[in-house]
């Protein structure tokens, strides 16, 4: 009886080791447009999900120091203004958004300046 307990702990602990959980290694940039400054109030792109990522972190320090969660907007002259979501997610979240994205519309430069300052400053 002892030895049936134990195969079955040890199964166990296998199958836990297996279902390790996934680590918050990669940064998932969201790109939305709040104001938008069209003639009609629309912005074409509205209603579809635009996405990218990038490794954050390895061996569980980060890539980017200055690179930190949150909301980070941008505002031109002519009214339109965008904003980028940053979340730390696992691999397995990444790859879902990614293949879920349907691009970053031009805006990657937006993505580099949070990467590199922390903040959108279009150099």
């Given at each position: 009886?002892?030895?049936?307990?134990?195969?079955?702990?040890?199964?166990?602990?296998?199958?836990?080791?297996n279902?390790k959980?996934?680590?918050?290694?990669?940064?998932?940039?969201?790109l939305?447009?709040?104001?938008?400054?069209?003639?009609?109030?629309?912005?074409?792109?509205?209603g579809?999900?635009?996405?990218?990522?990038?490794?954050?972190?390895?061996?569980?320090?980060?890539?980017?120091?200055?690179l930190k969660?949150?909301?980070?907007?941008?505002?031109?002259?002519d009214?339109w203004?965008?904003?980028?979501?940053?979340k730390?997610?696992?691999?397995?979240?990444a790859k879902?958004?990614?293949?879920?994205?349907?691009?970053?519309?031009?805006?990657?430069?937006?993505?580099?300046d949070?990467?590199?300052?922390?903040?959108?400053?279009?150099?």
């Open positions: 009886m002892a030895h049936r307990y134990m195969v079955s702990l040890v199964r166990n602990l296998k199958r836990n080791d279902m959980e996934e680590k918050k290694t990669k940064a998932l940039f969201i939305t447009m709040p104001g938008v400054g069209s003639w009609n109030g629309k912005w074409s792109g509205e579809r999900f635009y996405a990218m990522t990038c490794t954050a972190t390895m061996r569980s320090k980060p890539i980017y120091p200055n969660e949150g909301r980070f907007y941008y505002h031109w002259d009214g203004s965008a904003c980028v979501e940053v730390f997610v696992t691999p397995s979240e879902k958004a990614e293949k879920q994205s349907k691009g970053f519309c031009g805006y990657e430069w937006m993505v580099e949070l990467k590199k300052y922390g903040k959108i400053v279009n150099e």
